[in-house]
């Protein structure tokens, strides 16, 4: 019979942590009051914490570190970047490289002790059925996730745009254990204001959230101020495109009075450091005005620790504290236990947590738990093969690679 029951430890710091079923009960030097019967999973040389969480990624992007060729912009700036890579990197994607391509960014975000991610899905040629794809692949290998696909009509107009609404409406209706799903938008500058308001329409009737980029580059707001708004967010609330918790993706390019509004809408938004330094674009600091911010990794593999490490780095620089940058990564477990009706974080003596639980050295999960079910033990993938994801990986960049070299 397999286990329901846990003791992760002693640690290197002499803790051990108690697993029941789904839940995290205990964390404290020593053994666990009352001596439970449970499996034990030393972990001398990790730290017991919470699992992780990613408020914005692109799992469709799982093949690019095995070997998928990403040409160089011929001219700077966020929109080439999107128009030559990863717009045709997206327009490439089948179902069947979309499974492979998801299913190595879901074990590379296990074995680095990500247990949920917020994924912003796009496949232009593929949209129907593409969220189940993608939620199999989450489900199948242990990853918590609240998936959207996002609408856009850059490719085919607005009929391509609904078909993406249709296909978050649909998984929000019927979503599948450990997966949520939301409406999601790709960014205001590739809709227009109907399918703003359909979209915000569709999560009031549904109760879910909107996740969008917003203000990634200075696009986004000369867009909407062409319409006659102040910015893009205020286009989106316009529109009525963002209820209440919608997570808005980067931010960069807001301004101090659309941070406000966004905190009386009780808005998310979602830093993404590495991402946005990668791309050329300036530090995030009107952030820091915003009371209910998140780390995303927008795409990029590894652990939410480089994620940290890259905020504190540009922080620093303009004069952040180091604390505001974990406060943003433990922020993700409010915005999920928001959202996907969890309790994050560790357990109190009155209130038990939820048992998304690892244990890390340095940058490498040792064991994960997901909702109480072990999915990395001893630094490996229990619910899967890694050898096989990786062989799976590079055959899907092979084909991308040539599909790419079409579009």
Known sequence: MTPTSYILG???????????????L???????????????????????????????????????????????????????ILTELWWRLDRALDHATLKASVR?????????????????????RCIDGSLDVVADACRDL???ALLAYGATERNAGPEEAYAGLRESQRL???????????????????????????????????????????????????FARE????????????????????????????????????????????????SNAANGLPYARVLRHARRVALGSDGHPGPMTAELAKARELGAACGESPKMALH????????????????LGVPLPD????????????????HVLVGGRLVVRDGALVTGSESAIRRQAQAAAATLNQAMART
């Open 172 to 222: 929000c209706r019927r979503p599948p254990p450990g997966i949520r799903g939301c409406l999601g938008l790709h960014a205001g500058f590739t809709v227009r204001d109907d399918t703003l308001s359909t979209a915000g329409q569709l999560a009031a009737e549904l109760g879910t959230v909107v996740h969008v980029h917003v203000a990634e580059d200075p696009e986004d707001g000369r």
């Open 328 to 343: 943003r990564l433990r922020a993700g477990w409010d915005l999920a236990s928001e959202r996907l009706g969890l309790a």
């Open 351 to 366: 209130r038990p947590a939820t048992a998304d639980i690892v244990a890390m050295a340095g940058q490498r999960a040792v």
């Open 142 to 144: 242990g990853l918590r």
């Open 26 to 80: 205990w964390l404290g030097r020593g053994e666990p009051p009352g001596r439970p019967r449970a499996e034990r999973l030393p972990c001398p040389h990790a730290e017991i914490q919470p699992g992780r969480v990613n408020a914005h990624t692109h799992l469709y992007s799982g093949a690019v570190p095995f070997g998928i060729t990403l040409p160089t912009p011929a001219a700077p700036g966020l929109l080439p």
């Open 104 to 124: 190595a960014a879901v074990a590379d975000a296990l074995l680095c002790g990500t247990t949920t991610v917020f994924d912003h899905h796009e496949s232009p």
């Open 10 to 24: 002693p640690d290197r710091r002499g803790r051990c942590a108690l697993v029941q079923g789904d839940r995290w």
């Open 227 to 274: 319409r006659g708004h102040q910015g893009a967010l205020s286009r989106l609330l316009a529109q009525r495109a963002v209820p209440p918790g919608s997570i808005l993706a980067h931010g960069i390019d807001l301004s101090q009075a659309e941070i406000a509004w966004a905190d009386k809408t009780g808005l998310w938004l979602v830093h993404n450091p590495r």
